[in-house]
């Protein structure tokens, strides 16, 4: 495994090959953050937020970072919106984490819509995307032959897949991940996890 420095240097190199990259910054946003960086992780994540505004996780992520740099108004903003994504999404464990988090600050919840229904119907070979927030037409089969596989199938639509192997691709070059090693393999992995939102799920 990379050093930490080592980690946050190519997730940059990865945002300055490509800007509209949002795994990239999403990346690189977690790392410096993990790195006890947190002005510049808020940087970095609110660049993915501008590239994909429905990842509740990185709302989350924005929070911790800007009370690190204590700016606790702004860490509110941030929980405040990113529990109103993770509502509307479904995205519950991040939802409750970010609601709990509002609370310890002595901060107002938004209103949930606890269990209410889902305002469209999906259709029998649809899905309700956990990465894009759309229903779209479902893939044909299992990705992988694992647990991960069956979540992809019952969360992703195929064209948020088909994005996923082009950010995959992106993360193996940048990282040189020999993918023969198990440890590669399970960095991959994560990566992808996080880019289509389904972390945790």
């Known amino acids: 495994m990379p050093d930490p420095l080592e980690r946050i240097e190519q997730f940059?190199?990865?945002?300055l090959a490509d800007p509209d990259n949002e795994l990239g910054h999403f990346s690189l946003g977690k790392a410096l953050l993990d790195a006890n960086r947190p002005t510049e992780a808020s940087a970095s994540l609110e660049r993915t937020l501008e590239l994909n505004p429905a990842l509740s996780k990185v709302h989350q992520l924005l929070a911790m970072a800007r009370l690190g740099k204590n700016d606790r108004e702004?860490?509110?903003?941030a929980l405040t919106a990113g529990v109103t994504v993770a509502d509307?999404?479904?995205d519950l464990m991040p939802r409750d984490e970010m609601i709990a988090m509002l609370k310890d600050l002595g901060a107002p919840v938004p209103a949930i819509r606890q269990n209410a229904a889902p305002a469209q119907a999906v259709g029998e070979c649809q899905?309700?995307?956990?990465?894009?927030?759309?229903?779209g037409p479902k893939l044909a089969k299992a990705p992988f032959k694992n647990d991960f596989g069956q979540k992809i199938l019952a969360h992703i639509c195929q064209p948020c897949?088909?994005?996923a192997i082009g950010q995959?691709?992106?993360?193996i070059n940048e990282l040189?991940?020999?993918?023969h090693d198990p440890q590669a393999q399970r960095i991959w992995d994560q990566h992808i996890r996080e880019f289509l939102n389904l972390e945790g799920k």
């Open 12 to 15: 940059r190199n990865m945002t």
């Open 74 to 77: 702004g860490a509110i903003a």
């Open 88 to 90: 509307q999404r479904g």
């Open 127 to 135: 899905v309700m995307c956990k990465r894009c927030g759309q229903i």
């Open 161 to 163: 897949w088909r994005a």
């Open 168 to 171: 995959g691709t992106k993360v």
């Open 176 to 179: 040189r991940l020999p993918m």
